[in-house]
């Protein structure tokens, strides 16, 4: 089954403590982001990354890492986490066809929680 | 920048009637535009996608229709029913090589009234 998978499903953690929220895909797709989505502002983009080894910022990228060492997985790295980044997080990937993207798959999301 | 507006930010309907869901955009360079649903707390489902050299897509109740000249996509949602009711976003995928920003409308909350 195609799909994108992202763990944990919740997660609750204390400011200032590292973390990475994974990301997996099986659908070979060259294109991969992530995304995080706050009542009132809707889904905004965090980074996206167009193949390996190869990342760009999104419109909210502070306070964010990401690594593309694999086509599969993207993992989303917070060094240092503080309550403002407390949100639903998705990931989600993409064929490239072209000069654009063929369509989007969504992960079900990661509920984090910065104390 | 590419900016997408959804319009209403909210509607309430009684079972069985048709509705329209509009996005609007400001910049026409888009490759795709995408439909989705999201149930509260849930992920996004994908409604429809429409490439942009297509007028109209659909899906069962669904359809979709783009107008790249004007900035508008609506999505057409026929005999509506309960469980339709969530919030309803449109993606605006762009024609641009190697710079791939997707932009969200802030979505369309749907409640359909038993």
């Known amino acids: 089954e195609a799909q994108v998978t992202q763990n944990p499903r919740y997660l609750i953690t204390v400011t200032g403590k590292k973390l990475t929220v994974t990301c997996s895909q099986n659908m070979n797709h060259e294109y991969m982001s992530w995304y995080r989505q706050d009542p009132g502002l809707g889904l905004r983009q965090i980074y996206y990354?167009?193949?390996?080894?190869?990342?760009d910022k999104g419109d909210v990228p502070e306070g964010y890492k990401v690594s593309r060492k694999e086509k599969r997985n993207f993992p989303l790295i917070l060094e240092s986490p503080s309550p403002n980044q407390t949100s639903l997080y998705f990931c989600?990937?993409?064929?490239?066809?072209?000069?654009?993207?063929?369509?989007?798959?969504f992960g079900s999301g990661t509920q984090l929680s910065v104390l | 920048k590419q900016e997408v507006t959804q319009i209403p930010a909210a509607l309430s309907v009684p079972e069985g009637e048709n509705l329209v869901l509009n996005c609007s955009f400001t910049?026409?360079?888009?490759?795709?535009l995408q439909w989705f649903r999201q149930d509260p707390g849930k992920g996004l489902t994908s409604l429809l996608l429409i490439q942009s050299s297509q007028r109209e897509q659909t899906s069962g109740r669904l359809n979709a229709s783009l107008d790249k000249s004007s900035g508008r996509s609506t999505l057409y949602i026929a005999a509506s029913q309960p469980g339709d009711s969530a919030t309803y976003l449109c993606?605006?995928?762009?024609?641009?090589?190697?710079?791939?920003?997707?932009?969200f409308g802030t979505g369309t909350k749907l409640q359909v009234i038993p």
């Open positions: 910049d026409s360079a888009i490759y795709n």
């Open positions: 990354s167009m193949n390996v080894e190869v990342t």
């Open positions: 989600a990937s993409s064929k490239l066809a072209g000069t654009g993207l063929v369509g989007l798959f």
């Open positions: 993606a605006v995928l762009p024609d641009s090589g190697g710079y791939q920003k997707v932009t």
